[in-house]
């Protein structure tokens, strides 16, 4: 494992770990980061495996309130409550991404002017909600109504296409909604934990076959990145959030997104498409004698005195 290697590893963990609860889109991030770097030692394990790091950094944060929330319910409805309401958020993304896992992966994945594009759109609707003069309902995330709770699902489905972000998606949903801006941070961060751990656990199964022993120690120093940086992220965004308001991850996606637009048609080429090999120009052979055919001639001189010359013969 070269020094190369490890600095690759150690960035990519770095972006998962800082992007992945931020409205700003963890995947778009990793997949631009990784094709500049030039990164693919480990490929879609590694990416799989630094993810199960932001996870475990998020949970450890929460463990206390987890562990409450879990004492609570035998005893008070509204954890109870709660609790079925984070499953209904669930339900939707994870139906909807196990239908169409194979479609996203294989094509949506392989953009980046999709992703670019959904970056930037992304941060102008950030920017438009961030201003949106919506009086909030809800300023706790255990008081949301079970329609609010599920119609937060069917936004978070958007996040399935590359670009859009888990978050974003969640986040602009309870406003939308009618959650106070706090609120909604926090609730995409208890929605994070099912939707995350589910998809960990499905992409694993489906890239088991691929994970390499060989690549352990870059998958560790990937993953120990991402659980540090995850951390700091979760135990700060709540209160960045409080003071600042979402408009700094809008122009975040928007800057990122132009980024990828301009590396996309001015480093690669306007078209991702794979290459189309033109056809060979026809080859025409030239004809042999005993094939070659004359077309016929009118009669010259010549010719016509052969036969004026045959008739007096006669």
Not at 78 to 97: E, H, M, S, T, Y
Not at 234 to 246: D, E, Q, W
Not at 292 to 312: F, K, N, S
Request: some cysteine.
């Amino acid at each position: 494992m070269d020094l190369k290697t490890i600095i690759d590893a150690l960035v990519l963990g770095i972006v998962e770990g800082v992007t992945e609860f931020l409205p700003v889109s963890s995947t778009a991030h990793l997949l631009l980061v990784g094709k500049l770097l030039g990164f693919d030692n480990a490929g879609k394990a590694f990416e799989v495996l630094i993810q199960f790091g932001a996870i475990l950094a998020l949970l450890s944060v929460y463990a206390g309130r987890l562990w409450n929330l879990v004492v609570a319910l035998p005893s008070r409805p509204k954890a109870r409550r709660f609790a079925v309401g984070v499953i209904v958020a669930f339900l939707p993304a994870a139906i909807v991404g196990v239908l169409l896992h194979d479609y996203i992966t294989r094509v949506l994945f392989e953009s980046v002017t999709l992703i670019s594009i959904m970056l930037i759109l992304g941060g102008i609707v950030l920017l438009f909600i961030d201003r949106l003069p919506i009086r909030p309902r809800y300023a706790d995330i255990m008081n949301y109504p079970m329609a609010t709770y599920l119609g937060i699902g069917l936004f978070q489905c958007l996040a399935l296409i590359p670009g859009v972000s888990r978050s974003g998606a969640t986040i602009v949903g309870a406003m939308l909604l009618g959650s106070e801006k706090r609120a909604a941070a926090e609730f995409s961060f208890f929605l994070a934990m099912p939707t995350m751990l589910g998809a960990f656990v499905y992409d694993l199964w489906k890239n088991i076959d691929v994970i390499d022993a060989s690549a352990a120690g870059v998958i560790a120093i990937g993953f120990v990145a991402a659980f540090i940086s995850a951390v700091i992220v979760v135990k700060t965004f709540l209160g960045f959030v409080s003071r600042h308001g979402f408009a700094p991850f809008g122009w975040w996606r928007i800057v990122v997104g132009i980024l990828g637009l301009v590396a996309v048609f001015f480093f690669t080429g306007p078209s991702e498409a794979p290459a189309v090999t033109p056809e060979a120009p026809a080859v025409v052979e030239p004809a042999t004698p005993e094939t070659t055919q004359t077309a016929p001639q009118p009669p010259g001189d010549d010719a016509l005195g052969d036969l004026i010359r045959e008739q007096g013969q006669q």
